[in-house]
């Protein structure tokens, strides 16, 4: 059975069909790569998976139970989380501090572990030289690294990334990538992310699906869904055709 499962989800606003009829799994541990031009209908699908909309139609089941609908907060005390591709940290916090506030919010009542354990998270995500600035000063690739952190302070079970490396020159993505590939061999945690960058998409994902005008236009292994004419023709366009 998979860890999470979306069947035949649709949203509408005013009349505009955001997303149509999707449909998609993922397995525990594995990573669920999902690429889409602007628009496609991606970040509308993350936000009916976590509760920030109620679907019009369609279930979502995480684990077998049926959490359709449920409050974000609940979803991610369930280990359903996300992050956002806008970063969104409490900016007169210190980075420690905003860590921490994520650590007790899973519940870590006292004070000193829920500090030790934000330090801990700090640590593995690479970010103690950062630790006592000011989380709006911070430059972005470390404010990325941040909202990954603080998703993972929520002891997620299935992290969904939206956009994780936007804003991020190479040089910078290269620790990103590592530390998903990292936590998905270690704590198994189960990805699906979103992304336009077809080498993290690459290096990333078991398999891929394409999203276009709120439907999914190809799902499978990842060389099948690229190399399909459809997506070439709808996202990835007749430069990375000839390239390939």
Not at 157 to 179: C, I, K, N, Q
Not at 194 to 208: K, P, T
Not at 209 to 234: K, N
Request: glycine share 8%.
């Amino acid at each position: 059975m998979s860890l999470l499962t979306i069947d035949s989800i649709a949203k509408s606003f005013h009349g505009i069909h955001a997303l149509k009829d999707v449909s998609m799994h993922v397995d525990e541990s594995e990573i669920l790569g999902i690429i889409g031009a602007n628009g496609a209908g991606k970040t509308t699908l993350f936000n009916c998976i976590t509760g920030a909309f109620a679907p019009d139609s369609g279930r979502v089941h995480l684990d077998g139970k049926d959490v359709t609908g449920a409050k974000t907060h609940r979803l991610a005390k369930s280990g359903l989380v996300r992050t956002f591709q806008l970063m969104r940290p409490f900016g007169t916090m210190t980075l420690f501090e905003n860590i921490t506030v994520a650590v007790q919010s899973r519940g870590v009542r006292s004070e000193s572990r829920a500090r030790e354990k934000a330090m801990q998270l700090i640590v593995r995500t690479g970010l103690e030289d950062w630790a006592e600035k000011i989380s709006a000063s911070l430059p972005t690739a470390v404010q990325k690294r941040l909202e990954l952190t603080r998703a993972l302070a929520l002891s997620p079970r299935v992290l969904l990334l939206d956009e994780v490396l936007a804003g991020l020159v190479p040089t910078e993505r290269g620790p990103v990538l590592d530390l998903i590939e990292e936590l998905r061999r270690e704590e198994g945690v189960t990805f699906i992310f979103i992304e336009h960058i077809m080498a993290a998409v690459r290096r990333l994902s078991d398999r891929l699906i394409m999203m276009d005008q709120g439907s999914v236009l190809a799902q499978g292994a990842v060389e099948e869904v690229m190399a399909d004419p459809r997506v070439i023709q709808a996202y990835l366009g007749k430069e990375y055709d000839d390239a390939t």
